[in-house]
């Protein structure tokens, strides 16, 4: 078993910034980790994943304005974002393997 809390969502303008944090009850040093967001009416998108090694990739929509990285010691992920536009806004989930987070919301808007 595992929980993944996140936080760091809420409301910012465009071109704003949030840093969106998943915080793990055990470790995940040994797992990929990644980032999904869901916007009403819309699939599920992959938006980045960090490997075991550190390499990363990122969904094209948000390529040069997220960032994700992660800290193994305190099992924790991070999602940077910059640069927001309004189809950013989505709720975005922490994953480890199977795991998903509760999920934070994103909103975008002027």
């Known amino acids: 078993q595992v929980q993944l809390v996140e936080s760091g969502g809420g409301l910012v303008q465009p071109g704003g910034s949030l840093r969106l944090s998943c915080s793990a009850s055990?470790?995940?040093?040994?797992?990929?980790m990644g980032w999904y967001r869901q916007a009403p009416g819309e699939q599920r998108e992959l938006v980045a994943t960090?490997?075991?090694?550190?390499?990363?990739n990122y969904a094209d929509s948000v390529k040069g304005r997220f960032t994700i990285s992660r800290d193994n010691v305190n099992n924790t992920v991070y999602l940077q974002m910059s640069s927001l536009k309004p189809e950013d806004t989505a709720v975005y989930y922490c994953?480890?393997?199977?795991?998903w987070g509760q999920g934070t919301q994103v909103t975008v808007s002027s």
């Open positions: 994953i480890m393997g199977g795991h």
């Open positions: 055990r470790s995940f040093s040994f797992y990929s």
């Open positions: 960090i490997q075991i090694g550190g390499s990363t």
